[in-house]
């Protein structure tokens, strides 16, 4: 396999790993490589992303082979949530990047004539990335591909948890990409705390709101702009539907992006479900049903990630009220980490599975008088990374659209908001900021810089000092945008 281009034929630097870590000569070197202006040039930019397709077409076995060894996916649902979200995203990116790169012209104001305006794209510098486990590939080459478009050099971290992924990144990226302006770092905590101690131009971390206030603190000493991808509690309201078709399609829907997302592991998975009480039946039902159908044979849903997750997500059952709400499903196996997809019907509002994020194939359903009462129940919560709602009433869409806050809005379906690169993916408040994702990502690993060019031909000495009432007047008009007042008083027809 020939090196991307922008490796210069030379030969792929090894991983950097914790036995021969050097953080700060790393950071130095891709300063340098940086300043050097070596991936600002499009032509580098461009190699990188048709190196990421390669990897990603080239690798595809191997790929699904290390998900499988890390999270026990099957290759559909690693194609469908990973592998092929990245090829589409990164296709995309590098169908537009020259667009998105350009200097996008701004209005400048009569009063300065001659002038011009614009907004310049420009990378940031160096920049680190935090990934996360359950979409382990995604995670980190989504944004990966966002930092080389914008023209970064990059530090990716992978996640210690899905140790097969990571071995991956750090064996053939830097055969892929330029091994001098890409750096993959392998460790765990320890080493994320080492990352941190040193300057960096942008720091993106997935993972939970612990560490994440842990990574704001530590970016704080160097004031490093940080975007947070937080975990949520994402909640998905269940209108009546009156056609049995319908009802079906959402069932299908909720379910796959429940229990066929990584097991629930997935940080925009349907945590629980808001639904009248009079449906509720119903809806047990009918999951019932489809689940049998959906999971009939082996591989349908991933396994919990280890062993801590499995006795965090165990403990959630094991509290008598929450038991006594199981309707379908409970059954745990240790020695295979899977936990059966489980329904409660109305756990206490109290216990821990309704006050802490899931993140697991429980799924929980509140009952509510009215349907509208959900956006009360949404509103007195932290505001989620997503929010669903499976209605035809286009009223109740307005009411969650304007009423509630959330990094997104999802009617009818669930979780496929994350494969647009049309619109942004992000939190807000609690679960996180930064968007990014298509032009997004492109946006959030550059700096929009303004440029405003001006002439010596025409000057006004009304904004200079000593000041009287007629510069003052004159002012009025200019900020007022009054250019017939202000051209007749510099004429002296007015004052």
Same mark, same amino acid.
């Given at each position: 396999?020939?090196?991307?281009?922008?490796?210069?034929?030379?030969?792929?630097?090894?991983?950097?790993?914790?036995?021969?870590?050097?953080?700060?000569?790393?950071?130095?070197?891709?300063?340098?490589?940086?300043?050097?202006?070596?991936?600002?040039?499009?032509?580098?930019?461009?190699?990188?992303?048709?190196?990421?397709?390669?990897?990603?077409?080239?690798?595809?076995?191997?790929?699904?082979?290390?998900?499988?060894?890390?999270?026990?996916?099957?290759?559909?649902?690693?194609?469908?949530?990973?592998?092929?979200?990245?090829?589409?995203?990164?296709?995309?990116?590098?169908?537009?990047?020259?667009?998105?790169?350009?200097?996008?012209?701004?209005?400048?104001?009569?009063?300065?004539?001659?002038?011009?305006?614009?907004?310049?794209?420009?990378?940031?510098?160096?920049?680190?990335?935090?990934?996360?486990?359950?979409?382990?590939?995604?995670?980190?080459?989504?944004?990966?591909?966002?930092?080389?478009?914008?023209?970064?050099?990059?530090?990716?971290?992978?996640?210690?948890?899905?140790?097969?992924?990571?071995?991956?990144?750090?064996?053939?990226?830097?055969?892929?990409?330029?091994?001098?302006?890409?750096?993959?770092?392998?460790?765990?905590?320890?080493?994320?705390?080492?990352?941190?101690?040193?300057?960096?131009?942008?720091?993106?971390?997935?993972?939970?709101?612990?560490?994440?206030?842990?990574?704001?603190?530590?970016?704080?000493?160097?004031?490093?702009?940080?975007?947070?991808?937080?975990?949520?509690?994402?909640?998905?309201?269940?209108?009546?539907?009156?056609?049995?078709?319908?009802?079906?399609?959402?069932?299908?829907?909720?379910?796959?992006?429940?229990?066929?997302?990584?097991?629930?592991?997935?940080?925009?998975?349907?945590?629980?479900?808001?639904? &009248? /009480?009079? @449906?509720? *039946? +119903? $809806?047990?039902?009918?999951?019932?049903?489809?689940?049998?159908?959906?999971? %009939?044979?082996?591989?349908?849903?991933?396994?919990?990630?280890?062993?801590?997750?499995?006795?965090?997500?165990?403990?959630?059952?094991?509290?008598?009220?929450?038991?006594?709400?199981?309707?379908?499903?409970?059954?745990?196996?240790?020695?295979?980490?899977?936990?059966?997809?489980?329904?409660?019907?109305?756990?206490?509002?109290?216990?821990?599975?309704?006050? &802490? /994020?899931? @993140?697991? *194939? +429980? $799924?929980?359903?509140?009952?509510?008088?009215?349907?509208?009462?959900?956006? %009360?129940?949404?509103?007195?919560?932290?505001?989620?990374?997503?929010?669903?709602?499976?209605?035809?009433?286009?009223?109740?869409?307005?009411?969650?659209?304007?009423?509630?806050?959330?990094?997104?809005?999802?009617?009818?379906?669930?979780?496929?908001?994350?494969?647009?690169?049309?619109?942004?993916?992000?939190?807000?408040?609690?679960?996180?900021?930064?968007?990014?994702?298509?032009?997004?990502?492109?946006?959030?690993?550059?700096?929009?810089?303004?440029?405003?060019?001006?002439?010596?031909?025409?000057?006004?000495?009304?904004?200079?000092?000593?000041?009287?009432?007629?510069?003052?007047?004159?002012?009025?008009?200019?900020?007022?945008?009054?250019?017939?007042?202000?051209?007749?008083?510099?004429?002296?027809?007015?004052?």
């Amino acid at each position: 396999m020939a090196p991307g281009l922008g490796a210069m034929g030379e030969k792929p630097a090894a991983a950097t790993t914790t036995k021969h870590l050097c953080v700060g000569s790393m950071a130095s070197g891709l300063r340098e490589v940086y300043e050097s202006g070596r991936t600002k040039d499009m032509e580098w930019r461009q190699s990188q992303l048709r190196g990421l397709i390669r990897l990603l077409t080239d690798k595809e076995e191997e790929i699904f082979d290390v998900l499988h060894e890390d999270l026990g996916k099957h290759r559909g649902e690693s194609f469908r949530d990973e592998l092929g979200i990245l090829v589409k995203s990164v296709k995309y990116t590098l169908q537009n990047l020259k667009k998105w790169a350009a200097p996008e012209k701004a209005e400048a104001p009569l009063v300065a004539f001659p002038a011009t305006a614009m907004v310049v794209p420009e990378p940031l510098g160096v920049v680190l990335i935090f990934s996360c486990w359950n979409l382990p590939l995604g995670l980190a080459l989504e944004p990966l591909s966002g930092a080389l478009a914008a023209g970064n050099a990059i530090v990716l971290k992978p996640s210690e948890l899905a140790p097969s992924t990571a071995a991956f990144l750090a064996a053939n990226l830097p055969k892929y990409l330029d091994s001098r302006a890409v750096k993959v770092v392998l460790g765990g905590p320890n080493v994320g705390e080492e990352l941190m101690e040193h300057r960096w131009d942008k720091v993106l971390f997935t993972g939970s709101e612990r560490v994440g206030r842990i990574i704001m603190t530590k970016a704080a000493k160097h004031l490093t702009p940080v975007a947070l991808e937080l975990g949520s509690k994402c909640s998905c309201i269940v209108d009546w539907l009156d056609g049995e078709r319908d009802r079906q399609v959402a069932v299908n829907r909720i379910i796959g992006a429940k229990w066929s997302t990584c097991a629930g592991q997935a940080c925009i998975a349907i945590d629980h479900i808001l639904v &009248e /009480e009079k @449906f509720a *039946p +119903i $809806l047990v039902e009918l999951m019932k049903s489809t689940l049998k159908r959906f999971m %009939a044979k082996p591989g349908g849903m991933a396994r919990i990630l280890n062993e801590k997750h499995f006795q965090r997500l165990s403990a959630y059952l094991e509290d008598t009220k929450v038991a006594a709400s199981v309707v379908h499903g409970g059954c745990i196996d240790p020695k295979t980490l899977t936990i059966e997809p489980t329904i409660l019907l109305n756990p206490p509002v109290d216990s821990d599975v309704m006050t &802490e /994020e899931i @993140f697991g *194939p +429980i $799924l929980p359903i509140i009952t509510v008088k009215k349907i509208e009462d959900s956006i %009360a129940f949404l509103k007195s919560k932290p505001k989620p990374l997503a929010i669903y709602a499976f209605t035809t009433n286009e009223s109740l869409k307005r009411r969650i659209v304007e009423e509630t806050s959330s990094g997104s809005v999802t009617f009818n379906d669930a979780v496929v908001q994350y494969a647009l690169e049309s619109v942004p993916f992000g939190g807000v408040g609690h679960s996180g900021f930064g968007q990014y994702h298509g032009k997004y990502s492109f946006e959030l690993f550059s700096n929009k810089k303004a440029v405003f060019k001006r002439s010596f031909l025409i000057e006004f000495m009304f904004r200079y000092p000593p000041w009287d009432d007629s510069k003052i007047g004159t002012l009025r008009h200019v900020f007022s945008y009054s250019y017939i007042l202000l051209f007749l008083t510099l004429l002296g027809l007015r004052r």
